[in-house]
């Protein structure tokens, strides 16, 4: 089974703070994903990779970036937290169209940020 | 414009009926589309996909493409109260690499 890990299930920063989030996952996948979800809202695309140090933004990506060193970690970073980034935060991976079905997302379970 | 837009919710039918989930969007290039469940509190998890124009069945569920009109649709047939859940609908916005992009989800409860 593909298996999505965010570091931190719950975090409370302060305004101003610098915000990492980290997303492992051990399938090999080429694509990962960050989303937020808030709700009435659904799921926004923030940043998506689709290589190693390569990287896309997505719909919303104002506030913040990502790295993406090696193939398994993706991280998110909020450079300054402000109050309006309080929100659920998904990490996602699927594999490419060569390895399986593209689009498919695996999620990981999720990292709760509230800024303060 | 919203590139994913679904039926707005919350859905309530009884349990054995039928529900239905409809889902368009507007990128006429999409190829692939899926439906995603989300239990309250968990993550959403993968539970169809549909490249062609047709119907594909899996089990309770169908899904239902047809990209003239660029509709999507979920029927969950024999409906139980486990399958209250918000539903997502996403399209893979493929140019050169995947984009995922999700509607904003439609609350299903299923009234015993």
């Known amino acids: 089974d593909v298996k999505v890990t965010q570091s931190s299930r719950y975090l409370v920063k302060r305004t101003g703070e610098k915000v990492f989030l980290e997303c492992v996952q051990d399938?090999?996948?080429?694509?990962m994903f960050w989303y937020r979800q808030d709700p009435g809202l659904g799921l926004r695309l923030i940043y998506f990779?689709?290589?190693?140090?390569?990287?896309e933004k997505g719909d919303i990506p104002e506030g913040y970036s990502v790295s993406r060193e090696k193939k398994e970690r993706f991280s998110l970073i909020l450079e300054s937290a402000s109050t309006n980034q309080t929100s659920m935060y998904l990490c996602?991976?699927?594999?490419?169209?060569?390895?399986?079905?593209?689009?498919?997302?695996?999620f990981g379970e999720g990292s709760r940020l509230t800024v303060l | 414009q919203k590139e994913v837009e679904q039926n707005s919710g919350p859905l309530s039918v009884p349990e054995g009926a039928i529900a239905s989930l409809n889902c368009t969007y507007s990128?006429?290039?999409?190829?692939?589309f899926f439906w995603y469940r989300q239990y309250s509190g968990k993550s959403p998890e993968l539970i169809m996909s549909?490249?062609?124009?047709g119907d594909k069945e899996d089990g309770r569920f169908t899904a239902q493409l047809n990209k003239a009109s660029q509709y999507v649709s979920l029927l969950i047939r024999d409906s139980q109260p486990s399958d209250s859940a918000t539903y997502l609908c996403?399209?893979?916005?493929?140019?050169?690499?995947?984009?995922?992009?999700f509607g904003p989800g439609t609350s299903l409860s299923v009234i015993p």
């Open positions: 990128d006429r290039g999409s190829q692939s």
């Open positions: 399938m090999d996948h080429e694509n």
């Open positions: 549909i490249y062609s124009n």
């Open positions: 996403a399209v893979n916005i493929q140019t050169s690499y995947d984009k995922v992009i």
């Open positions: 996602a991976s699927s594999p490419s169209p060569g390895q399986g079905i593209g689009g498919e997302l695996f």
């Open positions: 990779s689709y290589d190693v140090k390569m990287k």
